[in-house]
């Protein structure tokens, strides 16, 4: 009996090694899952992906949720979880840099690429969907840059807010917004490449939005954690990051 038992618990232990938890921040909803995928087919460890806002998952990283992993999109979180003693201090790596692009769909028969910054402004355009200011990066720098260009108080009523750039693609896509600010990781992605054009917005008009990830205190799986993210920074890893507009550091 005891024998039995004790197999049961090797094996226990061997499946929950086998996976690791990572948190991300949603403008990798594309990229991160083929990435894992040849992560898992090459080593046989699974990767448990959560996407959401970096500014929510933190959160739910101080209070107490088990990720192992924690992907960024803005590299303050993570140091900020570092210096609270949630994250490992020799683990942070700038992965990638984003890029914010305004995007329209094929219906509204803008070209957001010779218009600009122009296109917010046009009538067909009735609503904007960015991500929330308050808790993503993303949402941030497409407040940076509309204000930048000086049309913040004259497009602001037409704003609509997603919970992070996965929701605010998810307007677009729907045609709850006639255009929005997003990442150039949305506009690749499956869902609206070939549904709209996108102008990529100057990167002096937001502040650069380095992208982090870094291993967490209360990860049981450090060593796996380690392995992913030493995969990472393969060539494989980084050409995917690159197919979807992500520029290396």
Known sequence: MLRV????????????????????????????PE?????????????????????????????????DIFFSADEDY??????????????????????????????????PEALGIATLTATAVQKIAIANPQHAPYGRAAEAAIRHFGIYQQIA????????VSQ????????NAQAGLIPLSQALSPALRGEGQYWIVPSNAYPTLNQ???????SKQ????????????TPEATSLLGRYGFTLP
């Open 5 to 32: 038992l004790a197999t049961v618990l090797l094996l226990s232990t061997l499946d929950v090694a086998q996976e690791v938890t990572i948190a991300a921040a949603a403008d990798l909803s594309t990229a991160l």
């Open 35 to 67: 990435i894992a995928a040849q992560y898992t087919k090459q080593s046989g460890v699974a990767l448990k992906l959560s996407f959401g806002s970096s500014g929510n998952l933190t959160t739910q990283i101080e209070n107490g949720a088990p990720f």
């Open 78 to 111: 993570p140091k900020q979880l570092i210096e609270k003693g949630f994250a490992e201090k020799d683990t942070l790596y700038r992965y990638a840099v984003g890029t914010l692009v305004l995007w329209a769909p094929n219906s509204i028969h803008l070209n």
């Open 157 to 164: 009523p037409k704003l609509v807010l997603g919970e992070n």
């Open 168 to 175: 605010a693609a998810q307007f677009l896509q729907s045609g």
């Open 212 to 218: 982090a990830v870094v291993v967490l205190t209360r």
């Open 222 to 233: 450090k060593n796996a954690a380690g392995k992913f993210l030493a995969f990472l920074r």
